[in-house]
Structure formats: C-alpha cells, structure tokens
C-alpha cells in the first residue's frame, strides 16, 4: 500500500516546514490529490488516521482535496473535452495531462511563535 510512503513523505515535509519556524505550531495540513494519481483518498486518509501519532501531525487534520483530470494541446492549449480522443481538435497534436496527475502539500496552517 503506497498510501503509506506518501504519508510518510507528507509527514517529513510537514515536519521540514515547521523546523523552519522554530516553535511554530501546525494547525491543518491541506493535500491535492489528482484523480489520476493512483492514490485512493479514503486509503490516505486512513493512512494519515494511523501513522500520524508520535509525530508533529498527531493532532492536525488533514483536508484532501481531489483535482479532475484535465488534457490540454501542449501547443494551442486549447481543454479537450473529457471523454474525447486525446488529440486537439485544432491542430491535432497529441494532449497533455494538465492537471489531475498531481500529489502536492498544499497548504501547512501554522502559528508561528
């Protein structure tokens, strides 16, 4: 289960950014989840339920936020629809994941001494 690796990763980075405001507290932790990450969010969440505890994130939640897929020309940067055959209308270049492919530590809510 990679849940736990990238919750792993999630804690070190949470812990990282608090070294660096000695004293800070962490209130809330926001994560973009895209859909074509191949992370179940339910599995994160639960992973974060159970390996949150003895770190600096034993009492902060976790909000996870999931981003749509989205293809776009790299060229024309014109949206190909969802559900359309990967190939810009337009110019007929192959599309680009654009978004929805994404792990990212959005947001660390901290009180700073």
Known sequence: ???YSIIQSL???VESVASQHTGGTVHHIYVDIGELAGVDC???QTAYETF???TICQDVPLTIDRIEARWECPHCHIVISRGAVLRCPACNEP???AAGGEIILNRVEMEVA
């Open 1 to 3: 289960m990679h849940e």
């Open 11 to 13: 804690v070190d980075s």
């Open 42 to 44: 339910d599995l994160l």
């Open 52 to 54: 949150r505890f003895g």
């Open 95 to 97: 599309a680009r994941l």
